[in-house]
Structures are given as structure tokens and as C-alpha cells.
């Protein structure tokens, strides 16, 4: 059974930083690409960053390119989510997100943890 369990969200100042962790478990790791996808209330779900776990290559949207960094610790099974140089923001569930077919920029994979809360204000 897929498990996907985050941690790491709170309350920043803009410019902050925080660092996501996603707990994975249940799947065959090499195979698999794992994502986060923030979700505000009243949007739509955005993928911010994926990443390959097999061969541990990325892909970022645009607006996170320089301020957001995925990554993966093969032995611990954890992917992380370093967020930098945070824009104020309405508040955010920032959802861990794993699927076998790929990277989904629309959010749409098949596995979800429940998220973690970011909020950046002054």
C-alpha cells in the first residue's frame, strides 16, 4: 500500500524559507516519480516540482525555477521540498504526490499524502 506522509509546513515571513518532507513507502521505488502539488482553497491544483526517483533528474514550474529545490534520500525513502526566498501568499496545502506513469503538472497522480499547511505572511 502506497503511504505518503508530509511534514515541515507553518507560518513564514516573506524571503523565509521552509523544507517539506515527504515519508514515502509501499512502492517500488526506481520506478516511480514523486511530486509536490500545492493546492490553495478556490484553485486549482498546481504542480510545483517532481522528481524522477530512479535516476533523480527534476522538473520545476516556471515560477518555482530558482526558489524551489526536489530532491530524494534513497536509503531514508524521503523527497523534500526546500522552499526559498518565499512571496507572500494566500495559505497552501503543499501535498506530496506519487505516480508510476510520470511527472503531472496539473497535479493529477494516483497516489496523495494529506499535505502540509504553508503560509506566508507578514
Known amino acids: 500500500q502506497v503511504q505518503l506522509v508530509e511534514s515541515g509546513g507553518g507560518s513564514v515571513q516573506p524571503g523565509g524559507t521552509l523544507k517539506l518532507s515527504c515519508a514515502t513507502s509501499?512502492?517500488?521505488?526506481?520506478?516511480?516519480?514523486v511530486g509536490w502539488v500545492r493546492q490553495a482553497p478556490g484553485n486549482e491544483r498546481e504542480g510545483v516540482a517532481c522528481?524522477?526517483?530512479?535516476?533523480?533528474?527534476?522538473v520545476y514550474k516556471e515560477a518555482a525555477k530558482g526558489r524551489f529545490t526536489i530532491s530524494r534520500d534513497i536509503a531514508k525513502r524521503m523527497v523534500y521540498l526546500q522552499l526559498d526566498s518565499l512571496k507572500p501568499e494566500v495559505p497552501a496545502v503543499y501535498h506530496c504526490?506519487?505516480?508510476?506513469?510520470?511527472?503531472?503538472?496539473?497535479?493529477?497522480?494516483?497516489?496523495w499524502g494529506q499535505g502540509t499547511q504553508v503560509t506566508v505572511s507578514s
Open positions: 504526490a506519487s505516480d508510476s506513469a510520470g511527472c503531472f503538472p496539473r497535479g493529477t497522480y494516483d497516489y
Open positions: 509501499g512502492f517500488a521505488w526506481g520506478y516511480y516519480y
Open positions: 522528481i524522477t526517483l530512479g535516476d533523480g533528474s527534476t
